[in-house]
C-alpha cells in the first residue's frame, strides 16, 4: 500500500521557520522525483519545489526561491522542505507528491499557517 505521510506543518509567526517531512512506504522512494506544491484558500495549487531521484537537481518556485530548501534522504524514504523567511502568503496546505511516470501519487496534506 502506498503511502505519502507529511508532518511538521503548524502556526509560526512570520519571519520564522519550520521543516516540513514526508516520509513514503509502498514504492521504490529512490526511484521517484519527489516535490512538494501548496494549496491556500480560494487558489489553484501550486509547485513549491521539486527534487530529482538520482541527480537530486532541485527546481523552486519564484516565490520561494531563496527561502525554502528541498532536500531527501533515501535511506529514510523521506523528503524534506525547510521553510525560512517565512511569510503570511505562504499559508497554504502543503503536499508531498511523488512522481514516475505513469505512477504519481499525493500525501494527505499538513496545514500551515503564518500569522502573528
Known amino acids: 500500500q502506498v503511502q505519502l505521510v507529511e508532518s511538521g506543518g503548524g502556526l509560526v509567526q512570520p519571519g520564522g521557520s519550520l521543516r516540513l517531512s514526508c516520509t513514503a512506504s509502498g514504492f521504490t522512494f529512490s526511484n521517484y522525483a519527489m516535490k512538494w506544491y501548496r494549496q491556500a484558500p480560494g487558489k489553484q495549487r501550486e509547485l513549491v519545489a521539486a527534487i530529482g531521484s538520482i541527480e537530486r537537481s532541485t527546481i523552486y518556485g519564484d516565490s520561494v526561491k531563496g527561502r525554502f530548501t528541498i532536500s531527501r534522504d533515501n535511506a529514510k524514504n523521506t523528503v524534506y522542505l525547510q521553510m525560512n523567511s517565512l511569510k503570511p502568503e505562504d499559508t497554504a496546505v502543503y503536499y508531498c507528491?511523488?512522481?514516475?511516470?505513469?505512477?504519481?501519487?499525493w500525501g494527505q496534506g499538513t496545514q500551515v499557517t503564518v500569522s502573528s
Open positions: 507528491n511523488a512522481r514516475r511516470n505513469p505512477y504519481e501519487y
